[in-house]
T-cell receptor, first 111, second 114 residues
Framework: SQQGEEDPQALSIQEGENATMNCSYK?????LQWYRQNSGRGLVHLIL?????REKHSGRLRVTLDTSKKSSSLLITASRAADTASYFC???????????FGKGTKLTVNP | DSGVTQTPKHLITATGQRVTLRCSPR?????VYWYQQSLDQGLQFLIQ???????AKGNILERFSAQQFPDLHSELNLSSLELGDSALYFC?????????????FGPGTRLTVL
């Protein structure tokens, strides 16, 4: 399978703490994206990092990409209860139009 | 609100039946993507259309077909339904044909096959 893998599968933290999610993939990529999905709803795009970038910030989000290790991480700082959702690492497979989704990390932020 | 609409929101049907799911992309977006999300398989890319033409194919079963119409809305047809086809079906759209760019997801259609 060329599916990515997120780690951990589930994460429970207190409001105000930082949450870190990791992702690994198996093929060469053009870019990697992170999406959020609230329970049973559509996915929302968070951030895209290109294969020639190492780190990117957007508000309370920080994404890193290590193409040599085929891994990425998403850091959410100062988490809020509203951040409770599943987070998916999505990579664009090189030479293909296909987006490959991982199984997601289910984040619970307790108030 | 992503600007992508999907109908119906819920669909309950029986095995062996055929259903049609509809998607209207964001205004101006030429690409439409279909995804299936189930508990055991996760999110799977099914198929992409760009400006009426099939652009990329993923794990789409032969019992499933899709098309994109001149007004850019798309339909996903699922036939000879099986229990295992019960899932959330998402449509997404983007302005370009390159699948690696940001995609805007609709709210999904929840299909239950009894």
């Amino acid at each position: 399978s060329q599916q990515g893998e997120e780690d951990p599968q589930a994460l429970s933290i207190q409001e105000g703490e930082n949450a870190t999610m990791n992702c690994s993939y198996k093929t060469s990529i053009n870019n990697l994206q992170w999406y959020r999905q609230n329970s049973g709803r559509g996915l929302v795009h968070l951030i895209l990092i290109r294969s020639n970038e190492r780190e990117k910030h957007s508000g309370r989000l920080r994404v890193t990409l290590d193409t040599s290790k085929k891994s990425s991480s998403l850091l959410i700082t100062a988490s809020r209860a509203a951040d409770t959702a599943s987070y998916f690492c999505v990579h664009h497979q090189g030479g293909s139009e296909k987006l490959v989704f991982g199984k997601g990390t289910k984040l619970t932020v307790n108030p | 609100d992503s600007g992508v609409t999907q109908t119906p929101k819920h669909l309950i049907t029986a095995t062996g039946q055929r259903v049609t799911l509809r998607c209207s992309p964001r205004s101006g977006d030429l690409s439409v993507y279909w995804y299936q999300q189930s508990l055991d398989q996760g999110l799977q890319f099914l198929i992409q259309y760009y400006n009426g033409e099939e652009r990329a194919k993923g794990n789409i079963l032969e019992r499933f077909s899709a098309q994109q119409f001149p007004d850019l809305h798309s339909e996903l047809n699922l036939s000879s339904l099986e229990l295992g086809d019960s899932a959330l079906y998402f449509c997404a759209s983007s302005p370009s044909q390159a699948g690696g760019n940001e995609q805007f997801f609709g709210p999904g259609t929840r299909l239950t096959v009894l």
